[in-house]
Protein backbone atom coordinates (compact mmCIF):
# COMPACT_ATOMS: atom_id res chain seq x y z
CA UNK A 1 0.00 0.00 0.00
CA UNK A 2 3.11 2.12 0.48
CA UNK A 3 4.53 1.82 -2.76
CA UNK A 4 1.12 2.20 -4.22
CA UNK A 5 1.17 5.80 -2.65
CA UNK A 6 4.79 6.54 -3.81
CA UNK A 7 3.66 5.34 -7.29
CA UNK A 8 0.96 7.48 -7.46
CA UNK A 9 2.84 10.81 -5.97
CA UNK A 10 5.41 10.25 -8.49
CA UNK A 11 2.41 10.18 -11.23
CA UNK A 12 0.82 12.96 -9.58
CA UNK A 13 4.06 15.09 -9.67
CA UNK A 14 5.06 14.15 -13.51
CA UNK A 15 1.36 15.10 -14.57
CA UNK A 16 1.60 18.01 -13.03
CA UNK A 17 5.24 19.47 -14.52
CA UNK A 18 3.79 18.39 -17.99
CA UNK A 19 0.69 20.34 -17.87
CA UNK A 20 2.63 23.26 -16.36
CA UNK A 21 5.49 22.91 -19.31
CA UNK A 22 2.71 22.78 -22.28
CA UNK A 23 0.69 25.52 -20.88
CA UNK A 24 3.65 28.25 -20.19
CA UNK A 25 6.41 27.56 -22.15
CA UNK A 26 7.08 30.29 -24.57
CA UNK A 27 7.03 29.38 -28.17
CA UNK A 28 7.90 31.49 -31.42
CA UNK A 29 9.71 31.46 -34.23
CA UNK A 30 13.15 30.10 -35.09
CA UNK A 31 15.07 29.51 -38.57
CA UNK A 32 17.62 27.02 -38.71
CA UNK A 33 19.88 25.59 -42.13
CA UNK A 34 17.50 28.40 -44.25
CA UNK A 35 14.23 26.81 -43.13
CA UNK A 36 11.57 28.90 -40.69
CA UNK A 37 9.89 26.49 -37.71
CA UNK A 38 6.81 28.11 -35.68
CA UNK A 39 6.00 27.43 -32.42
CA UNK A 40 9.05 25.96 -31.58
CA UNK A 41 11.92 26.30 -28.79
CA UNK A 42 15.21 25.60 -28.54
CA UNK A 43 17.22 23.47 -26.18
CA UNK A 44 18.56 26.09 -24.19
CA UNK A 45 15.49 27.86 -24.16
CA UNK A 46 13.49 24.82 -22.31
CA UNK A 47 15.94 24.10 -20.06
CA UNK A 48 16.05 27.85 -18.63
CA UNK A 49 12.19 27.77 -18.18
CA UNK A 50 11.89 24.30 -16.69
CA UNK A 51 15.22 25.85 -14.19
CA UNK A 52 12.99 27.86 -13.01
CA UNK A 53 9.87 25.87 -12.61
CA UNK A 54 11.45 23.15 -10.81
CA UNK A 55 13.39 26.05 -8.66
CA UNK A 56 10.04 27.35 -7.28
CA UNK A 57 8.29 24.08 -7.26
CA UNK A 58 7.79 22.75 -3.55
CA UNK A 59 8.63 19.33 -4.47
CA UNK A 60 12.09 20.07 -5.82
CA UNK A 61 13.39 23.74 -4.54
CA UNK A 62 16.19 25.63 -5.17
CA UNK A 63 18.83 22.46 -5.08
CA UNK A 64 17.51 21.48 -8.36
CA UNK A 65 20.80 21.32 -10.54
CA UNK A 66 20.23 22.61 -14.21
CA UNK A 67 22.15 18.66 -15.24
CA UNK A 68 18.68 17.64 -13.39
CA UNK A 69 17.26 19.62 -15.33
CA UNK A 70 18.96 18.66 -18.64
CA UNK A 71 17.89 15.05 -17.72
CA UNK A 72 13.88 15.79 -17.41
CA UNK A 73 13.92 17.19 -20.57
CA UNK A 74 15.63 13.94 -22.29
CA UNK A 75 12.90 11.98 -20.12
CA UNK A 76 10.26 14.51 -22.07
CA UNK A 77 11.82 13.12 -25.44
CA UNK A 78 11.77 10.05 -24.58
CA UNK A 79 8.45 10.13 -23.34
CA UNK A 80 6.45 11.75 -26.48
CA UNK A 81 6.09 14.98 -24.35
CA UNK A 82 7.93 16.97 -27.21
CA UNK A 83 9.41 15.77 -30.30
CA UNK A 84 12.07 17.73 -32.45
CA UNK A 85 11.36 19.74 -35.57
CA UNK A 86 11.40 16.10 -37.84
CA UNK A 87 8.41 14.65 -35.82
CA UNK A 88 11.52 12.06 -34.14
CA UNK A 89 11.38 11.28 -30.49
CA UNK A 90 11.39 7.76 -28.25
CA UNK A 91 15.52 8.77 -27.29
CA UNK A 92 17.24 10.79 -25.05
CA UNK A 93 19.06 12.61 -27.31
CA UNK A 94 19.39 16.06 -25.91
CA UNK A 95 22.94 17.32 -26.45
CA UNK A 96 23.36 21.25 -27.85
CA UNK A 97 21.48 24.35 -26.35
CA UNK A 98 20.28 25.15 -30.17
CA UNK A 99 18.40 21.69 -30.95
CA UNK A 100 14.69 22.68 -32.22
CA UNK A 101 11.71 20.90 -29.98
CA UNK A 102 8.16 21.55 -30.27
CA UNK A 103 4.89 20.18 -28.21
CA UNK A 104 3.39 16.88 -29.66
CA UNK A 105 0.51 18.56 -31.83
CA UNK A 106 -3.13 17.67 -30.52
CA UNK A 107 -1.95 17.86 -27.16
CA UNK A 108 -3.35 19.75 -24.13
CA UNK A 109 -2.09 22.90 -24.09
CA UNK A 110 -2.75 26.61 -23.12
CA UNK A 111 -5.14 28.72 -25.18
CA UNK A 112 -2.36 30.86 -26.07
CA UNK A 113 -0.13 28.28 -27.09
CA UNK A 114 -2.77 26.33 -29.12
CA UNK A 115 -3.85 29.76 -31.10
CA UNK A 116 0.08 30.54 -31.20
CA UNK A 117 1.08 26.77 -32.94
CA UNK A 118 -1.86 26.55 -35.61
CA UNK A 119 -1.33 30.53 -36.99
CA UNK A 120 2.30 29.74 -37.04
CA UNK A 121 1.80 26.47 -38.79
CA UNK A 122 -0.04 27.71 -41.42
CA UNK A 123 2.77 30.89 -41.65
CA UNK A 124 5.15 28.14 -41.38
CA UNK A 125 3.74 25.94 -44.59
CA UNK A 126 3.48 29.10 -46.52
CA UNK A 127 7.03 30.49 -46.13
CA UNK A 128 8.57 27.32 -47.06
CA UNK A 129 6.39 26.47 -49.80
CA UNK A 130 9.01 27.43 -52.29
CA UNK A 131 11.41 25.35 -50.82
CA UNK A 132 9.67 22.00 -50.69
CA UNK A 133 11.12 19.13 -52.79
CA UNK A 134 8.98 18.06 -55.73
CA UNK A 135 8.32 14.76 -55.51
CA UNK A 136 8.97 11.96 -58.13
CA UNK A 137 6.95 8.88 -58.85
CA UNK A 138 9.90 7.11 -57.87
CA UNK A 139 10.68 8.52 -54.50
CA UNK A 140 6.86 7.70 -53.89
CA UNK A 141 7.50 3.89 -54.71
CA UNK A 142 11.06 3.52 -52.99
CA UNK A 143 9.07 5.03 -50.07
CA UNK A 144 6.56 2.44 -49.79
CA UNK A 145 9.48 -0.18 -50.46
CA UNK A 146 11.87 1.10 -47.54
CA UNK A 147 8.78 1.30 -45.30
CA UNK A 148 7.29 -1.85 -45.45
CA UNK A 149 10.88 -3.72 -45.19
CA UNK A 150 11.28 -2.10 -42.09
CA UNK A 151 7.94 -2.79 -40.49
CA UNK A 152 8.84 -6.71 -41.88
CA UNK A 153 12.23 -6.47 -40.14
CA UNK A 154 10.79 -5.20 -36.97
CA UNK A 155 8.08 -8.00 -36.99
CA UNK A 156 10.43 -11.34 -38.02
CA UNK A 157 12.90 -9.84 -35.29
CA UNK A 158 15.64 -10.41 -37.61
CA UNK A 159 19.12 -8.21 -38.28
CA UNK A 160 18.48 -8.57 -41.61
CA UNK A 161 16.51 -9.33 -44.24
CA UNK A 162 18.66 -10.52 -46.94
CA UNK A 163 18.05 -14.36 -46.18
CA UNK A 164 14.69 -14.04 -46.68
CA UNK A 165 13.48 -11.65 -49.19
CA UNK A 166 15.81 -9.49 -51.84
CA UNK A 167 14.35 -6.30 -51.65
CA UNK A 168 14.35 -6.39 -55.40
CA UNK A 169 11.15 -8.37 -55.37
CA UNK A 170 9.38 -6.06 -53.11
CA UNK A 171 7.37 -4.49 -56.43
CA UNK A 172 6.00 -0.94 -54.91
CA UNK A 173 3.26 -0.85 -57.61
CA UNK A 174 2.01 -3.85 -56.20
CA UNK A 175 1.30 -2.52 -52.34
CA UNK A 176 0.51 0.51 -53.64
CA UNK A 177 -2.60 -1.13 -55.71
CA UNK A 178 -3.25 -3.38 -52.97
CA UNK A 179 -4.34 -0.96 -50.37
CA UNK A 180 -5.48 1.35 -52.67
CA UNK A 181 -8.35 -0.62 -54.68
CA UNK A 182 -10.37 -2.52 -52.16
CA UNK A 183 -13.80 -3.22 -51.51
CA UNK A 184 -15.51 -2.89 -47.94
CA UNK A 185 -14.67 -6.02 -46.91
CA UNK A 186 -11.22 -5.53 -48.04
CA UNK A 187 -11.15 -7.37 -50.82
CA UNK A 188 -8.59 -6.53 -53.94
CA UNK A 189 -10.59 -5.08 -57.17
CA UNK A 190 -9.21 -5.84 -60.13
CA UNK A 191 -9.36 -2.64 -63.42
CA UNK A 192 -8.36 -5.39 -65.42
CA UNK A 193 -11.23 -7.91 -65.15
CA UNK A 194 -9.34 -10.54 -67.71
CA UNK A 195 -7.16 -10.88 -64.78
CA UNK A 196 -9.77 -11.64 -62.30
CA UNK A 197 -11.61 -15.47 -62.08
CA UNK A 198 -13.29 -16.55 -64.13
CA UNK A 199 -17.39 -15.90 -63.96
CA UNK A 200 -17.95 -19.71 -63.78
CA UNK A 201 -15.61 -19.84 -61.08
CA UNK A 202 -16.64 -16.73 -59.32
CA UNK A 203 -20.18 -18.08 -59.07
CA UNK A 204 -19.21 -21.32 -58.33
CA UNK A 205 -17.52 -20.14 -55.26
CA UNK A 206 -19.99 -17.99 -53.92
CA UNK A 207 -22.73 -20.98 -54.09
CA UNK A 208 -20.38 -23.02 -51.79
CA UNK A 209 -19.36 -20.29 -49.43
CA UNK A 210 -23.32 -19.12 -49.34
CA UNK A 211 -24.42 -22.75 -49.41
CA UNK A 212 -27.74 -23.63 -49.36
CA UNK A 213 -28.52 -19.73 -49.57
CA UNK A 214 -26.84 -18.41 -52.89
CA UNK A 215 -27.84 -14.88 -54.99
CA UNK A 216 -25.66 -16.34 -57.61
CA UNK A 217 -26.80 -19.82 -58.82
CA UNK A 218 -30.23 -21.62 -58.61
CA UNK A 219 -30.62 -24.29 -55.69
CA UNK A 220 -29.29 -27.85 -56.63
CA UNK A 221 -31.33 -30.29 -58.53
CA UNK A 222 -29.47 -33.44 -58.14
CA UNK A 223 -27.81 -35.67 -55.59
CA UNK A 224 -24.28 -34.18 -55.70
CA UNK A 225 -24.57 -30.97 -56.52
CA UNK A 226 -22.09 -29.19 -54.12
CA UNK A 227 -19.67 -32.16 -54.70
CA UNK A 228 -19.33 -30.94 -58.52
CA UNK A 229 -19.09 -27.51 -57.60
CA UNK A 230 -16.62 -27.96 -55.76
CA UNK A 231 -14.81 -30.39 -57.98
CA UNK A 232 -14.92 -27.11 -60.34
CA UNK A 233 -13.73 -24.89 -58.19
CA UNK A 234 -10.85 -27.42 -57.00
CA UNK A 235 -9.59 -27.95 -60.95
CA UNK A 236 -8.86 -24.73 -61.34
CA UNK A 237 -7.37 -23.67 -58.29
CA UNK A 238 -5.29 -27.16 -59.00
CA UNK A 239 -3.94 -26.00 -63.06
CA UNK A 240 -2.83 -22.47 -61.91
CA UNK A 241 1.11 -22.58 -63.02
CA UNK A 242 2.34 -21.18 -59.31
CA UNK A 243 0.80 -20.98 -55.90
CA UNK A 244 -1.16 -18.13 -54.79
CA UNK A 245 1.74 -16.99 -52.78
CA UNK A 246 4.29 -17.44 -55.41
CA UNK A 247 7.62 -19.10 -55.84
CA UNK A 248 10.16 -16.21 -54.97
CA UNK A 249 8.27 -15.20 -51.84
CA UNK A 250 7.95 -19.48 -50.47
CA UNK A 251 11.00 -18.38 -47.39
CA UNK A 252 9.31 -15.01 -46.67
CA UNK A 253 5.89 -16.97 -45.76
CA UNK A 254 7.67 -20.09 -44.54
CA UNK A 255 9.97 -17.35 -41.62
CA UNK A 256 6.75 -16.34 -40.97
CA UNK A 257 5.16 -19.83 -39.80
CA UNK A 258 7.91 -19.68 -37.26
CA UNK A 259 6.65 -16.79 -35.06
CA UNK A 260 4.05 -16.19 -32.41
CA UNK A 261 0.64 -16.07 -33.38
CA UNK A 262 0.11 -12.22 -32.91
CA UNK A 263 2.98 -11.36 -34.43
CA UNK A 264 2.28 -14.07 -37.56
CA UNK A 265 -1.31 -12.19 -37.98
CA UNK A 266 0.51 -8.72 -38.43
CA UNK A 267 3.96 -10.12 -40.73
CA UNK A 268 0.94 -12.08 -42.84
CA UNK A 269 -1.15 -8.79 -43.13
CA UNK A 270 2.20 -7.20 -44.94
CA UNK A 271 3.61 -9.68 -46.85
CA UNK A 272 0.16 -10.28 -48.76
CA UNK A 273 0.49 -7.38 -49.61
CA UNK A 274 3.76 -7.88 -51.91
CA UNK A 275 1.69 -10.15 -53.99
CA UNK A 276 0.77 -9.23 -57.81
CA UNK A 277 -2.99 -7.74 -57.11
CA UNK A 278 -4.82 -10.67 -59.44
CA UNK A 279 -2.62 -13.38 -56.77
CA UNK A 280 -3.94 -11.18 -53.80
CA UNK A 281 -7.56 -11.28 -54.84
CA UNK A 282 -7.72 -14.85 -55.75
CA UNK A 283 -6.15 -15.32 -51.96
CA UNK A 284 -8.49 -13.64 -50.15
CA UNK A 285 -11.21 -14.76 -51.99
CA UNK A 286 -10.37 -19.09 -51.49
CA UNK A 287 -9.58 -17.73 -47.89
CA UNK A 288 -13.34 -16.73 -47.07
CA UNK A 289 -15.02 -19.19 -49.46
CA UNK A 290 -12.96 -21.94 -47.71
CA UNK A 291 -13.61 -20.46 -44.11
CA UNK A 292 -17.28 -20.11 -44.43
CA UNK A 293 -17.44 -23.74 -45.57
CA UNK A 294 -15.29 -24.87 -42.89
CA UNK A 295 -17.85 -23.42 -40.35
CA UNK A 296 -21.21 -24.32 -42.27
CA UNK A 297 -23.24 -26.61 -40.50
CA UNK A 298 -25.91 -27.00 -43.07
CA UNK A 299 -22.75 -27.77 -45.85
CA UNK A 300 -23.34 -31.32 -47.25
CA UNK A 301 -19.95 -33.97 -46.06
CA UNK A 302 -17.84 -34.07 -49.25
CA UNK A 303 -15.32 -36.91 -48.55
CA UNK A 304 -16.23 -40.15 -46.52
CA UNK A 305 -13.15 -39.73 -43.96
CA UNK A 306 -11.57 -36.18 -43.74
CA UNK A 307 -13.84 -33.71 -41.74
CA UNK A 308 -14.48 -29.99 -43.94
CA UNK A 309 -11.52 -28.21 -42.17
CA UNK A 310 -9.17 -30.75 -42.90
CA UNK A 311 -10.52 -31.18 -46.71
CA UNK A 312 -9.50 -28.26 -47.34
CA UNK A 313 -6.55 -27.62 -45.96
CA UNK A 314 -5.63 -30.89 -48.12
CA UNK A 315 -7.05 -29.73 -51.25
CA UNK A 316 -5.68 -26.01 -51.37
CA UNK A 317 -2.79 -26.02 -49.35
CA UNK A 318 -0.54 -27.13 -52.24
CA UNK A 319 -1.98 -24.38 -54.78
CA UNK A 320 -1.47 -21.81 -51.82
CA UNK A 321 2.20 -22.38 -51.14
CA UNK A 322 5.22 -24.33 -52.87
CA UNK A 323 8.27 -24.68 -53.09
CA UNK A 324 9.66 -24.15 -56.82
CA UNK A 325 12.07 -27.06 -56.11
CA UNK A 326 11.08 -30.21 -54.38
CA UNK A 327 11.51 -29.66 -50.55
CA UNK A 328 10.47 -32.19 -47.69
CA UNK A 329 7.81 -31.44 -45.43
CA UNK A 330 6.92 -28.56 -48.38
CA UNK A 331 3.30 -30.54 -47.95
CA UNK A 332 3.22 -29.98 -44.64
CA UNK A 333 4.14 -26.08 -44.04
CA UNK A 334 1.68 -25.69 -46.93
CA UNK A 335 -1.23 -27.12 -44.26
CA UNK A 336 -0.30 -25.51 -41.65
CA UNK A 337 0.06 -22.17 -43.07
CA UNK A 338 -3.44 -22.72 -45.21
CA UNK A 339 -5.06 -23.49 -41.35
CA UNK A 340 -3.27 -20.46 -40.12
CA UNK A 341 -5.01 -18.39 -42.81
CA UNK A 342 -8.62 -20.15 -41.95
CA UNK A 343 -8.42 -19.18 -38.50
CA UNK A 344 -7.53 -15.83 -39.04
CA UNK A 345 -8.45 -14.21 -42.48
CA UNK A 346 -10.56 -11.60 -41.38
CA UNK A 347 -7.59 -9.50 -39.48
CA UNK A 348 -4.39 -10.73 -42.25
CA UNK A 349 -6.69 -9.85 -45.00
CA UNK A 350 -7.22 -6.06 -43.53
CA UNK A 351 -5.57 -3.38 -45.18
CA UNK A 352 -2.66 -1.87 -42.48
CA UNK A 353 -3.67 1.53 -42.13
CA UNK A 354 -0.88 2.21 -39.98
CA UNK A 355 1.48 1.29 -43.12
CA UNK A 356 -0.26 4.43 -44.84
CA UNK A 357 0.29 6.69 -42.37
CA UNK A 358 4.15 5.44 -42.36
CA UNK A 359 4.35 6.64 -45.88
CA UNK A 360 2.95 9.48 -45.96
CA UNK A 361 4.46 10.97 -42.67
CA UNK A 362 7.84 9.93 -44.56
CA UNK A 363 6.88 11.50 -48.04
CA UNK A 364 5.95 15.01 -46.00
CA UNK A 365 9.50 15.18 -44.64
CA UNK A 366 11.29 13.90 -47.95
CA UNK A 367 9.14 16.85 -49.35
CA UNK A 368 9.85 19.46 -46.65
CA UNK A 369 13.98 18.23 -47.22
CA UNK A 370 14.20 17.04 -43.30
CA UNK A 371 15.47 13.35 -45.00
CA UNK A 372 17.49 13.67 -48.50
CA UNK A 373 16.38 10.00 -49.48
CA UNK A 374 13.58 7.44 -48.86
CA UNK A 375 15.91 5.03 -46.69
CA UNK A 376 17.30 7.60 -44.55
CA UNK A 377 15.78 7.03 -41.36
CA UNK A 378 12.32 5.94 -39.87
CA UNK A 379 10.42 8.50 -37.67
CA UNK A 380 7.07 6.62 -36.91
CA UNK A 381 7.13 4.24 -33.66
CA UNK A 382 7.53 0.68 -34.69
CA UNK A 383 5.66 -2.39 -33.46
CA UNK A 384 6.98 -3.63 -30.48
CA UNK A 385 7.31 -7.19 -29.73
CA UNK A 386 8.85 -9.27 -26.66
CA UNK A 387 11.77 -10.82 -28.48
CA UNK A 388 12.73 -7.33 -30.10
CA UNK A 389 14.66 -6.01 -26.94
CA UNK A 390 18.31 -5.90 -27.96
CA UNK A 391 20.33 -9.11 -27.49
CA UNK A 392 23.75 -10.24 -28.19
CA UNK A 393 24.18 -12.06 -31.52
CA UNK A 394 25.09 -15.38 -29.89
CA UNK A 395 22.16 -15.16 -27.84
CA UNK A 396 19.61 -14.15 -31.47
CA UNK A 397 20.67 -17.33 -32.79
CA UNK A 398 19.90 -19.69 -29.82
CA UNK A 399 16.68 -17.69 -29.16
CA UNK A 400 16.13 -18.35 -33.53
CA UNK A 401 17.20 -22.16 -32.99
CA UNK A 402 14.62 -22.21 -30.28
CA UNK A 403 11.69 -21.01 -31.67
CA UNK A 404 12.24 -22.63 -34.80
CA UNK A 405 12.62 -25.67 -33.20
CA UNK A 406 9.63 -25.37 -31.25
CA UNK A 407 7.24 -24.70 -34.47
CA UNK A 408 8.77 -28.02 -36.42
CA UNK A 409 8.11 -29.81 -33.03
CA UNK A 410 4.31 -28.26 -33.23
CA UNK A 411 4.45 -29.45 -36.80
CA UNK A 412 4.80 -32.93 -36.05
CA UNK A 413 2.30 -32.94 -33.21
CA UNK A 414 -0.45 -31.62 -35.76
CA UNK A 415 0.73 -34.66 -37.65
CA UNK A 416 0.26 -37.16 -35.29
CA UNK A 417 -2.79 -36.42 -34.14
CA UNK A 418 -4.82 -35.05 -37.40
CA UNK A 419 -7.38 -38.40 -37.41
CA UNK A 420 -8.70 -37.66 -40.68
CA UNK A 421 -5.24 -38.07 -42.40
CA UNK A 422 -5.43 -41.39 -44.03
CA UNK A 423 -2.75 -43.93 -42.32
CA UNK A 424 -0.97 -44.67 -45.70
CA UNK A 425 -0.47 -40.94 -45.77
CA UNK A 426 0.33 -40.23 -41.98
CA UNK A 427 3.53 -42.90 -42.22
CA UNK A 428 4.61 -41.11 -45.48
CA UNK A 429 4.89 -37.26 -43.82
CA UNK A 430 6.51 -38.69 -40.91
CA UNK A 431 9.11 -40.69 -42.91
CA UNK A 432 9.86 -37.40 -44.58
CA UNK A 433 9.89 -35.60 -41.03
CA UNK A 434 12.25 -38.24 -39.60
CA UNK A 435 14.67 -37.86 -42.60
CA UNK A 436 14.90 -34.23 -41.99
CA UNK A 437 14.33 -33.30 -38.62
CA UNK A 438 16.04 -37.13 -37.06
CA UNK A 439 16.67 -35.39 -33.43
CA UNK A 440 13.05 -34.03 -33.22
CA UNK A 441 11.33 -37.36 -34.51
CA UNK A 442 14.10 -39.50 -32.12
CA UNK A 443 13.04 -37.22 -29.06
CA UNK A 444 9.12 -37.69 -29.58
CA UNK A 445 9.49 -41.52 -30.63
CA UNK A 446 13.07 -42.62 -28.54
CA UNK A 447 11.73 -46.14 -28.98
CA UNK A 448 10.39 -48.52 -31.91
CA UNK A 449 7.69 -49.22 -29.15
CA UNK A 450 6.25 -45.98 -28.82
CA UNK A 451 6.33 -45.58 -32.48
CA UNK A 452 4.27 -48.50 -33.29
CA UNK A 453 1.77 -47.19 -30.21
CA UNK A 454 0.72 -44.50 -32.52
CA UNK A 455 -0.20 -46.63 -35.49
CA UNK A 456 -1.39 -49.31 -33.14
CA UNK A 457 1.26 -51.61 -34.36
CA UNK A 458 2.77 -54.33 -32.67
CA UNK A 459 6.30 -54.51 -32.50
CA UNK A 460 7.60 -57.34 -34.34
CA UNK A 461 10.04 -59.37 -31.99
CA UNK A 462 11.78 -62.50 -32.81
CA UNK A 463 11.19 -65.62 -30.97
CA UNK A 464 14.06 -67.44 -30.00
CA UNK A 465 14.74 -70.23 -31.47
CA UNK A 466 14.35 -73.47 -29.80
CA UNK A 467 17.57 -75.96 -29.28
CA UNK A 468 16.59 -79.46 -29.18
CA UNK A 469 18.69 -81.38 -27.23
CA UNK A 470 19.12 -85.29 -27.29
CA UNK A 471 17.66 -86.79 -24.01
CA UNK A 472 19.62 -88.66 -21.85
CA UNK A 473 18.66 -91.88 -20.78
CA UNK A 474 19.50 -93.28 -17.30
CA UNK A 475 21.13 -96.90 -17.12
CA UNK A 476 18.47 -99.32 -16.00
CA UNK A 477 21.47 -101.69 -15.14
CA UNK A 478 22.94 -101.79 -11.17
Known sequence: MESWGVLHGFCYLWNEITTSFRAGMPLRKHRQHFKKYGSCFTAGEAVDWLYDLLRNNNSFGPKVTRQQTIQLLRKFLKNHVIEDIK???????????????????????????????????????????????????????????YVILIYLQAILGVPSLEEVINPKQVIPQYIMYNMANTSKHGVVILQNKSDDLPHWVLSAMKCLANWPRSDDMNNPTYVGFEQDIFSTI????????????TFEYYELFVNILVVCERV???????????????????????MRMISQMSQNVDMPKLHDAMG??????????????????????????????????????QEILQVPTYLQTAVEKHLEYLKKGHIENPGDGLFVPLPTY??????????????????SQAAITELLDNVIKNKSLPLKEKRKNLKQFQKEYPLIYQKRFPTTESEAALFGDKPTIKQPMLILRKPKFCSLRY
Open 386 to 403: SYCKQISAQDFEKQKVST
Open 308 to 345: MKSLMIHTFSRCVLCCAEKVDLDKLLAGRLVSFLMDHH
Open 87 to 145: GRWGSENVDGTNQLFRFLHGLHLSQENSEKIKHEIINEDQENADDNRKLSQEDVEEMWR
Open 264 to 286: AIDGLQLCRLLLPPPNCRKLQLL
Open 234 to 245: TDYFLDLLEPLL
